[in-house]
């Protein structure tokens, strides 16, 4: 898990209690991370914004639905 250059964030897709996905701090899209990913997918964020949901936004106030893969390049 570490900051790096070309992404806001890079880890590993985690997926706490109530089901919510995340990766560090940030809460990631329910839909997106279910149709192309998997728990402990490492994977890079390259923008974040602020949480719409009342219900997650105090655990997760961050929130994405641009990442990809950590090794591979984003698709254009």
């Given amino acids: 898990m570490s900051k790096e250059k070309k992404g806001i964030y890079t880890g590993k897709i985690e997926?706490?209690?109530?089901?919510?996905?995340?990766c560090g701090e940030y809460l990631l899209d329910y839909k997106y991370t279910t149709a192309k990913f998997a728990i402990g997918d490492e994977i890079t964020i390259k923008s974040v914004i602020e949480n719409p949901s009342?219900?997650?936004y105090d655990?997760?106030?961050?929130?994405?639905k641009d990442f990809f893969?950590?090794?591979?390049?984003?698709?254009?």
């Fill in 15 to 22: 997926q706490d209690e109530k089901g919510n996905f995340f």
């Fill in 69 to 76: 893969l950590a090794n591979d390049k984003p698709a254009k």
């Fill in 54 to 56: 009342d219900i997650s």
């Fill in 59 to 64: 655990q997760y106030p961050k929130k994405s």
